[in-house]
T-cell receptor, first 112, second 113 residues
């Protein structure tokens, strides 16, 4: 199956700065890349996703970039707030896949 | 829409006992997934059903874990002879189909003493 690597595993940033999380995948057949945010004690929730027909997508402070050639995608959170502190997971799946493959997660802490 | 419902929220078992975890997917969703979450391994895929049929159970430890989906409104994950290393949060998720957004339940925290 697909392998998704996610870095860094731990990220601490000052409030108001940007945070970036990077993921890579192996199978060029992957074509859908969602990002999930999990707050302590809560279930993971979709925050933004990108499909392979796009290179960039933005929803408010969240930007996702996809580089299909390099098989990398990334999440950028601009103007971070304490409420952005959480665990973030990237995932990949594709046509014919039976499953979503998740990265191991990034624990983001925004320092006030 | 109540979302994906998982019961119980917490379960404590003694080593060697059986644990059954329940999941009610969102009505109308055809795909149901089970994941296990630990700090070390993150989100580990266990098994996946589509239209109630088991499609992929490649993540399931073969000897003690089993999953079923007897009808479209619920799925169960059964762990026989639980071991301390089975302690984790077990998450169920559903989606309209395998290429759509996954909606996770709140999870069942299993503690094996």
């Amino acid at each position: 199956g697909e392998q998704v690597e996610q870095l860094p595993s731990i990220l601490r940033v000052q409030e108001g700065s940007s945070a970036s999380i990077n993921c890579s995948y192996e199978d060029s057949a992957s074509n859908y890349f969602p990002w999930y945010k999990q707050e302590p004690g809560e279930n993971p929730k979709l925050i933004i996703d990108i499909r392979s027909n796009m290179e960039r997508k933005q929803i408010q402070e969240l930007i996702v970039l996809l580089d299909k050639k390099a098989k990398r995608f990334s999440l950028h959170i601009t103007d971070t707030q304490p409420g952005d502190s959480a665990m973030y997971f990237c995932a990949a799946t594709g046509t014919g896949y039976q499953n979503f493959y998740f990265g191991k997660g990034t624990s983001l802490t925004v320092i006030p | 829409n109540a979302g994906v419902i998982q019961t119980p929220r917490h379960k404590v078992t003694g080593k060697g006992q059986e644990a059954t975890l329940w999941c009610e997917p969102i009505s109308g969703h055809s795909a149901v997934f089970w994941y296990r979450q630990t700090i070390v391994q993150g989100l580990e895929f266990l098994t996946y059903f589509r239209n109630q049929a088991p499609i992929d159970d490649s993540g399931m430890p073969k000897e003690r874990f089993s999953a079923q989906m007897p009808n479209q409104s619920h799925s169960t994950l059964k762990i026989q002879s639980t071991q301390p290393q089975d302690s984790a949060v077990y998450l169920c998720a559903s989606s309209l189909d395998s290429q759509n957004t996954l909606y996770f339940g709140a999870g069942t925290r299993l503690s094996v003493l």
